[in-house]
Nanobody, 125 residues
Framework: QVQLVESGGGLVQVGGSLRLSCTASIPAFDKSGMAWFRQAPGKEREFVSSISGTGVGTLYGESVRGRFTISRDNAKNTMYLQMNNLKLEDTALYYC??????????????????WGQGTQVTVSS
């Protein structure tokens, strides 16, 4: 059974930084595309960023492009999201997703994806 564990969330002031981590228990981690999504209260889930299994291909949502950086360390079965210049509107529960046996994730979630439990990011003024 695939498990995803996120960490790194917390409370930060506007303009601050956080780094989220997502560690997966899956043998073929480097063959799995991965992504970050977020959901704020009362809002729909929003695509944040995705990364290919090799780490070469990345995509970003319009609202985070230029401020967030996605990366992965396949030796550690871990994906990261470096979040800089955080804004109030970045406050949300952040989830990582993994698509097994598919090196590319894209922009959209799929019914075959595995999900983490989420980590809260709260940006305050």
């Amino acid at each position: 059974q695939v498990q995803l564990v996120e960490s790194g969330g917390g409370l930060v002031q506007v303009g601050g930084s956080l780094r989220l981590s997502c560690t997966a228990s899956i043998p073929a981690f480097d063959k799995s595309g991965m992504a970050w999504f977020r959901q704020a209260p009362g809002k729909e889930r929003e695509f944040v960023s995705s990364i290919s299994g090799t780490g070469v291909g990345t995509l970003y949502g319009e609202s985070v492009r230029g401020r967030f950086t996605i990366s992965r360390d396949n030796a550690k079965n871990t994906m990261y999201l470096q979040m800089n210049n955080l804004k109030l509107e970045d406050t949300a529960l952040y989830y990582c997703a993994l698509r097994p046996d598919n090196g590319w994730y894209g922009y959209s979630a799929s019914g075959s994806d595995y999900w983490g439990q989420g980590t809260q990011v709260t940006v305050s003024s």
